[in-house]
């Protein structure tokens, strides 16, 4: 009788066994967007739950097939883990634990546009990222108080680029336009201007 239980036992664990869960490995992003020159911070969780394993972290940037390295990183308490990347254009991440996969995860970048007041009428604009955008487009904005809402003045076209410190390129150009005294005006850089691989962004506010 006792070596009927023992054998019972013994085969009710091997099947719980068999049809366990296979590990998993999550992935999230503490922002979806980040500006460029930012970093966001990647999260995560083995289902296994254990400590001291490690993680490697892949990202595949927009206009590239190739994923590399983006970070590598161990699991801490109850199997999670925190990394810390800095997208140079929109990335798309994958972590790995051995042949455990997690989800695929974007995190976008928006380049930064500044306005800079030179004189009551007279600015310049500028975009900060790691591609080169002379040729394209700013829209030029003020804030309509009655209307309660931005809109359009002019189209600024960047007109000049250098490159600083690798991988960024600032775009920029001066230019003049007519708003009120006092003005709030800003740049805004639409989804069209920026894609494919950056997100729209806006610029500082300034006064006219």
Do not use: E, H
């Not at 005006?185 to 500082?204: E, F, G, I, W």
């Amino acid at each position: 009788m006792k070596t009927f239980v023992a054998a019972t036992i013994a085969g009710a664990a091997l099947a719980a066994a068999a049809t366990a869960a296979p590990p998993t490995l999550t992935l999230a992003a503490s922002a979806p967007t980040v500006a460029y020159g930012k970093t966001a911070t990647l999260t995560g969780a083995l289902s296994t739950q254990q400590a001291n394993q490690n993680v490697t972290i892949k990202g595949t940037a927009c206009g590239s097939t190739k994923a590399t390295n983006a970070a590598r990183v161990k699991t801490t308490t109850n199997g999670t883990y925190t990394a810390t990347v800095k997208p140079d254009v929109t990335t798309t991440y994958q972590a790995f634990q051995k042949a455990v996969k997690s989800n695929t995860l974007v995190v976008s970048v928006a380049p930064v546009v500044g306005l800079k007041r030179v004189a009551r009428g007279s600015f310049t604009a500028s975009v900060t990222a790691a591609r080169d955008f002379k040729g394209k487009a700013l829209l030029f904005q003020r804030y309509a108080k009655l209307r309660k809402r931005w809109v359009q003045v002019k189209r600024v076209m960047l007109t000049a680029s250098a490159p600083t410190q690798r991988p960024t390129i600032v775009s920029s150009a001066s230019f003049r336009a007519k708003a009120p005294k006092r003005a709030r005006v800003r740049l805004l850089l639409s989804k069209a201007q920026a894609a494919p691989c950056y997100m729209t962004a806006k610029s500082n506010v300034v006064r006219n």
